[in-house]
C-alpha cells in the first residue's frame, strides 16, 4: 500500500519521516540510559564488593562497627558450614583494626585489614596500580597495600618503609608501633575506602590484639550470584550458632545502594516518556495515513472487507515504520554503547559517581526484551486511532462529484 514514489512528496511521507526519527531516538535513548544504569551499578557493586565481601559474618557486638572488637574462633565446623552452601564462590577469614600511619613529615589514621596467605588476590587485580600483592608466607609478613590516596598524602611509593601505631588495649599510655614495607598500591575510586583502608597480615592484628592464632574478626564470603545474596546470607545465618550475625552488602552501605537502586527508577520514567513519544508519533501518523487513504478504504469495505482487515492493513503499515525507527535507534544506541566501551569518552567525577569514565553494560536479553516491549506496547496502543476506520462510510467517500 505504502512505496516511496507514492509517498515521498505527500503529507503523510513527511509525518512517516518523523515518527522514524521519533522512534529511533527514543530507543536510542533507552539503550543509552539503560545501559549506562546497569554499567554504574555493576561497577559500583564491584568496587563495594571486591573490599568488603558480598557476606560478612561476624560477632553481634561486631555489627555497628567497622573493626573487629571481639574475636570467634575460626573452626572447622564453621568452615564447612559456610562452604557447603551453594552460591559460595569463595570466603576468607579477616580483622580490621583502626590505627595511625605516619612518616618522617605527617600521618594520616587508617584501617588495617589483615587477610591470610590464601586470600585471593585476584579479586583486587583490576585495582593495583604499581607493585605487588604482600606476600605473607613468611611468619608475621610486614608488607602491606595502601592507597594510591594514602601513597599521595604520605609520599610513599613502593619499596618504602612507613610506621604504623596501634592502640594499646592493655597500656593506653603507650601506642604499639609496627614497621611495615609498602609493596603495592591501590585504587578504588571510592573515597571512604582510599581514605584510609590498607591490607596488612591477619597475624599482625592477632598480635596486637594478642588473639590466640585461631581467632579471627570475621569471614568475607563472596558469592556467584549476586541477586541470589539475600537468600544465600539467610541460609548462612539459620545455621550459625547464635552469637553469630551474616550481614549482606548492601545492608552494610545501605544509602551507597538505595542511590544506585534509583537508577532503575530513572530508566523506567525514560522508557515511558519515550515510548508515548514514539506512539503519539505513530498515531499521528497512523491518523494522515488514513486520511490520505479514505476513497481506498471506503472501496475495500463497498467490496466486502471487514473493519479489523482494513485496520490490520493500516497496522501492519506502522509495525514496518516502527521496525525502521526501531533498527536506526538500535544502530546508535549500540554505537554508543560499543564507542563508550572501549574509549570512556565521557567522564564522571569520581567523588560523586565512584568512577571516572561511565560504565556501560547490557546484555543481548535486556535488548531484545526492550525490543520487543516496544514494539508490542506500541502496536498495541495504536488500535486506538485505527477505531476511525469504522467511522468511514463508503457512500460517503466514494460519491462522485
Known amino acids: 500500500m505504502r512505496s516511496h514514489k507514492q509517498n515521498k512528496n505527500t503529507v503523510s511521507a513527511r509525518i512517516i519521516n518523523i515518527a522514524i526519527f521519533a522512534v529511533s531516538l527514543g530507543v536510542a535513548s533507552i539503550i543509552i540510559a539503560l545501559s549506562t544504569s546497569r554499567g554504574l551499578q555493576k561497577e559500583i557493586q564491584n568496587k563495594t564488593s571486591a573490599f568488603n565481601g558480598h557476606i560478612l559474618v561476624t560477632l553481634f557486638e561486631n555489627n555497628e562497627s567497622k573493626i573487629s572488637i571481639q574475636p570467634f574462633e575460626d573452626s572447622d565446623f564453621l568452615r564447612k558450614l559456610i562452604s557447603n552452601k551453594k552460591n559460595i564462590k569463595s570466603f576468607y577469614p579477616v580483622a580490621i583494626k583502626p590505627g595511625m ?50 601513597s599521595r598524602l604520605l609520599d610513599l611509593n ?7 601505631f596501634f592502640q594499646n588495649q592493655f597500656n593506653q599510655a603507650i601506642p604499639n608501633k609496627r614497621s611495615f614495607t609498602v609493596a603495592g598500591i591501590y585504587f578504588s575510586g571510592f573515597p571512604d575506602i582510599d581514605r584510609n583502608l590498607i591490607y596488612g597480615d591477619l597475624r599482625q592484628i592477632q598480635r596486637l590484639n594478642r588473639w590466640n592464632d585461631n581467632e579471627i574478626g570475621g569471614y568475607e564470603i563472596f558469592v556467584n550470584n549476586f541477586s541470589n545474596i539475600q537468600k544465600t546470607a539467610d541460609q548462612i545465618y539459620n545455621n550459625l550458632p547464635s552469637e553469630l550475625n551474616s550481614i549482606p552488602i548492601y545492608n552494610r552501605f545501605l544509602s551507597i545502594f538505595q542511590w544506585i537502586a534509583l537508577f532503575d527508577f530513572n530508566v523506567l520514567i525514560i522508557l515511558i516518556v519515550m515510548l508515548l513519544v514514539g506512539v503519539i508519533n505513530m498515531a499521528t501518523a497512523i491518523l494522515v495515513l488514513i486520511l490520505e487513504r479514505t476513497k481506498m478504504v471506503g472501496l475495500l469495505k463497498s467490496i466486502g472487507a471487514k473493519n479489523t482487515f482494513i485496520q490490520k492493513i493500516f497496522l501492519y503499515n506502522g509495525i514496518i ?17 560499543y564507542s563508550q566501551s572501549f574509549w570512556g569518552w565521557i567522564k564522571l567525577d569520581p567523588k560523586t559517581y565512584f568512577v571516572s569514565n561511565a560504565p556501560v553494560s547490557i546484555s543481548i536479553l535486556e535488548l531484545i526484551s526492550l525490543n520487543l516491549f516496544f514494539l508490542l506496547t506500541s502496536s498495541i496502543l495504536l488500535w486506538i486511532p485505527l477505531k476511525i476506520i469504522l467511522n468511514i462510510s463508503p457512500s460517503k467517500v466514494l460519491r462522485f462529484r
Open 321 to 337: 515504520v516502527m521496525s525502521k525507527g526501531l533498527l536506526i535507534g538500535n544502530l546508535i544506541g549500540l554505537a554508543f554503547y
Open 158 to 164: 613502593v619499596g618504602d618503609k612507613t610506621n604504623a
Open 101 to 150: 600511619l605516619k612518616t618522617d613529615s605527617d600521618f594520616e589514621g587508617i584501617l588495617f585489614k589483615g587477610v591470610t596467605e590464601n586470600f585471593d588476590w585476584s579479586i583486587l587485580d583490576s585495582f593495583l596500580v604499581k607493585g605487588r600483592f604482600p606476600n605473607f608466607s613468611n611468619t608475621s609478613s610486614e608488607e602491606i597495600m595502601i592507597s594510591e590516596t594514602l
